[in-house]
């Protein structure tokens, strides 16, 4: 059963550092693994889908990594805003989409 | 602009009262998802729809129902709300079940039970 871990559960950091937000899953036979962001008592925004044969894709700030062989994908933001404070999941796919709990990122301006 | 569309987004119900809430479509996708979100938590999937198949999850209570009258619409009813459904509500669409076929996320309505 395919199981998603998201440490940490929350994260603080300054203005416009770089940072990196970590998803693990167990089973490696997912179809795709997609980042989610969610804001306050909001619905989830579609981020970045990577596809099983991809290893990374890329939009705008966002950079999101997918390791297969090793259960992992990351999410990189690059020059934080505080704008990016909120809720980032992750999904793994495989005949269902099975999220982590979530990382709460707050930027400090 | 094609979208998901949940109403209302915020309801407030009674212990025990039925309470129905609303997602609607016009992307002409063929699944509509129930998801249910409690604080902090992952979103769990609680049934979809196939066109008009309905598929439960296994370990979806009894007390949670659904209807699709049509393609564009799909009711999440819940018939007697415990303090334990307070949750963000979240509807969600794909063209296609399962993969390679992407869901789209409606805003989600938080339901609040007194």
């Known amino acids: 059963k395919q199981e998603v871990t998201q440490i940490p559960a929350a994260l603080s950091v300054p203005e416009g550092e770089n940072l990196v937000l970590n998803c693990s899953f167990t089973d490696s036979a997912i179809y795709n693994l997609q980042w989610f962001r969610q804001d306050p008592g909001k619905g989830l925004t579609s981020l970045l889908l990577i596809q099983s044969s991809q290893r990374e894709q890329t939009s705008g700030r966002l950079n999101a990594s997918l390791d297969k062989s090793s259960g992992r994908s990351t999410l990189y933001i690059a020059a934080s805003q505080p704008g990016d404070s909120a809720t980032y999941l992750c999904a793994g796919r495989d005949d269902k989409i099975i999220f982590g709990k979530g990382t709460r990122l707050h930027i400090l301006p | 602009d094609a979208m998901v569309i949940q109403n209302p987004r915020y309801q407030v119900t009674q212990f025990g009262k039925p309470v129905t809430l609303s997602c609607s479509q016009t992307?002409?996708?063929?699944?509509m998802y129930w998801y249910q979100q409690k604080s902090s938590q992952a979103p769990k999937l609680l049934f979809h729809y196939y066109d008009k198949d309905f598929n439960n999850e296994a370990d979806t209570p009894d007390n949670f129902q659904s209807r699709r009258p049509n393609t564009s619409f799909c009711f999440l009813d819940i018939r007697s709300p415990g303090l334990g459904d307070a949750a963000m509500y979240l509807c969600?669409?794909?063209?296609?079940?399962?993969?390679?076929?992407?869901?789209?996320f409606g805003p989600g309505t938080r339901l609040t039970v007194t």
């Open positions: 969600a669409t794909s063209e296609g079940p399962g993969v390679p076929y992407e869901q789209y």
């Open positions: 992307l002409n996708h063929n699944v």
